[in-house]
């Protein structure tokens, strides 16, 4: 079994900072793309930002040079550092990977449970 657990969500001011963690535990052979998505009600989960394994980032436009998504793969864990935050970036935060838990087996996509991140004075 593999779990995705988030941590680092809360209330912050804007233009503050916060750093979301994710980290993947259970039997995993190897870890693909790592995903941030956010969701806020009503609307439809929607892709923040992507890094493969060998590092490679991508970014939705409207957070591309304010958030920095990072992994540490000894520690089988994704960042996401938020920066310059907007109260637009309110929302859900759910860490997506692509996991293996043996050489002979297809990578799975797992999903976290979500950290709500809330921007506001």
């Known amino acids: 079994q593999v779990q995705l657990v988030e941590s680092g969500g809360g209330l912050v001011q804007p233009g503050g900072s916060l750093r979301l963690s994710c980290a993947a535990s259970?039997?995993?052979?190897?870890?693909?793309?790592m995903r941030w998505y956010h969701q806020t009600p009503g609307k439809q989960r929607e892709l923040v930002a992507s890094?493969?394994?060998?590092?490679?980032?991508k970014y939705a436009e409207s957070v591309k040079g304010r958030f920095t998504i990072s992994r540490d793969n000894a520690k089988n864990t994704v960042y996401l550092q938020m920066d310059s935050l907007k109260p637009e970036d309110t929302a859900v935060y759910y860490c997506?990977?692509?996991?293996?838990?043996?050489?002979?087996?297809?990578?799975?996509?797992?999903w976290g449970q979500g950290t709500q991140v809330t921007v506001s004075s």
């Open positions: 997506n990977a692509d996991i293996s838990s043996a050489a002979y087996l297809s990578h799975y996509n797992y």
């Open positions: 259970g039997s995993i052979f190897n870890i693909g793309d």
């Open positions: 890094i493969t394994s060998g590092g490679t980032t």
